[in-house]
């Protein structure tokens, strides 16, 4: 009895979850900073200067971290499997993908094995580009420039502009040092 009642108040938190968090908080009748106080009031750790456009997923009732004026545009998907940390800063282009949630590669009748939940972190400064999927277990340095469509499926170090399928560094970016010494 006790794991089908498990299994039910897990269909319902989940039900809740969508119903509560991605149809009426994520609506665009919802204004950006009721909604941030919504999110904050249902366990995300939201600073108040920063803005969330409607229609973002979130696929758990905690988990993401979004630190002062970071943005996210419209139709974002946050799995939340494990927590999502978006620097101060840092630009999210529309319909991008945060996916934390992963399985191992299983055996022949079951090739999605065990599951694994890796968190991803998003340095200060950052601009995502549009469509952009961040996979599990990434962390993307300070000032990077993702560009749109891209996979990012490896850790990224600072300054670069990272672009393709996946996506690969392209070339180095100026630092506010080296724009200060022209």
């Known amino acids: 009895m006790s794991l089908q009642r498990n299994i039910l108040f897990g269909e319902i938190d989940q039900v809740l979850r969508d119903v509560v968090l991605n ?8 204004p950006r900073k009721l ?3 919504l999110l904050r009031r249902a366990g995300h750790h939201i600073h108040p200067t920063s803005l969330i456009n409607a229609g973002v997923f979130l696929g758990a009732w905690r988990g993401l971290d979004l630190g002062e004026r970071a943005f996210v545009n419209y139709g974002c ?4 499997g494990s927590e999502v940390t978006i620097g101060r800063d840092t630009r999210i282009g529309y319909q991008s993908m945060f996916i934390t949630c992963g399985h191992e ?8 094995g065990k599951t694994e939940n890796l968190p991803i972190v998003i340095g200060a400064g950052c601009w995502i ?6 996979l599990p277990g990434v ?11 891209s996979v990012v499926a490896a850790d990224c170090v600072p300054n670069g502009f990272y672009a393709g ?13 080296d724009t200060e010494r022209i």
């Open 77 to 80: 998907f946050f799995d939340l």
């Open 23 to 30: 149809r009426f908080v994520a609506s665009g009748a919802v």
């Open 129 to 134: 580009g549009a469509r952009v999927t961040v």
């Open 35 to 37: 909604r941030n106080m």
């Open 165 to 177: 399928v996946p996506a690969v560094r392209k070339r180095c970016l100026p630092t506010d040092l």
């Open 105 to 112: 590669i299983g055996g022949e009748f079951d090739r999605a």
């Open 139 to 149: 962390s993307i340095g300070d000032g990077c420039v993702i560009a749109s469509g």
